[in-house]
């Protein structure tokens, strides 16, 4: 079974910039969360979406938005970068409400570069 | 209050000792607990899930749950310098909270 996918893995951006990060969850997880981590830093909170819909959302400037398609894919957008948008960029799936004690898989992460 | 709070550490314990890991959380909705290990520049691992009181072992790990007072811990036997990570305590109410991970050292 395939894992949670993250593309790309690596990406150079200048400030002002906008960049988009897709998440393929794992097969029939339908719960994706999104997770910024910069150095020596814990996870931080972005947003979690599920069937499509927004269910939770971190305290993170509106430049910061998301969205996910029906077949669950989700991607992430971040507008007018700045350099502390630099960060590891972390998509976990589940398979989400109602399902009970499932825990979240995580991707290997998209590694974001502001210069 | 965080939701989720982990000492920082780092904790070294020697290879060969028992490295004990310290999670509470403040919400007592909680119903699922996870632990993650992650290495450095590497995503988080899920480890150990547990969901009851007690303990629950798997190989050289075990989780240990205690409701009543908000508290979760992992215990690692034999540590090996393998297991020198980062370890996340995760707790799940309608949503995940993470903490904010305990760095151990493992010293051969």
């Known amino acids: 079974k395939a894992g949670v996918t993250q593309t790309p893995r690596y990406l150079i951006k200048t400030r002002g910039q906008q960049v988009t990060l897709s998440c393929s969850p794992i097969?029939?997880?339908?719960?994706v969360s999104w997770y910024q981590q910069t150095p020596g830093q814990g996870l931080q909170f972005l947003f979690e979406?599920?069937?499509?819909?927004?269910?939770n959302k971190g305290n993170f400037p509106g430049r910061f938005s998301g969205r996910q398609f029906s077949n669950s894919r989700s991607e992430m957008n971040v507008s007018t970068l700045e350099l502390g948008d630099s960060a590891l960029y972390l998509c976990?799936?589940?398979?989400?409400?109602?399902?009970?004690?499932?825990?979240?898989?995580f991707g290997d992460g998209t590694r974001l570069s502001i210069l | 209050q965080k939701e989720v709070e982990q000492n920082s550490g780092p904790l070294s314990v020697p290879e060969g000792a028992i490295a004990s890991l310290n999670c509470t959380y403040s919400d007592r909705g909680s119903q699922s607990f996870f632990w993650y290990r992650q290495y450095s520049g590497k995503s988080p691992e899920l480890i150990m899930s547990i969901y009851s009181n007690g303990d629950k072992e798997d190989g050289r790990f075990t989780a240990q749950l205690n409701k009543a007072s908000q508290y979760v811990s992992l215990l690692i036997r034999d540590s090996q310098p393998s297991d020198s990570a980062t370890y996340l305590c995760?707790?799940?109410?309608?949503?995940?909270?993470f903490g904010s991970g305990t760095k151990l050292n493992v010293k051969p």
């Open positions: 995760a707790v799940e109410v309608n949503k995940f909270y």
């Open positions: 979406y599920f069937s499509e819909t927004q269910r």
């Open positions: 097969s029939g997880h339908r719960s």
């Open positions: 976990a799936s589940s398979l989400g409400a109602g399902a009970g004690n499932q825990p979240q898989h």
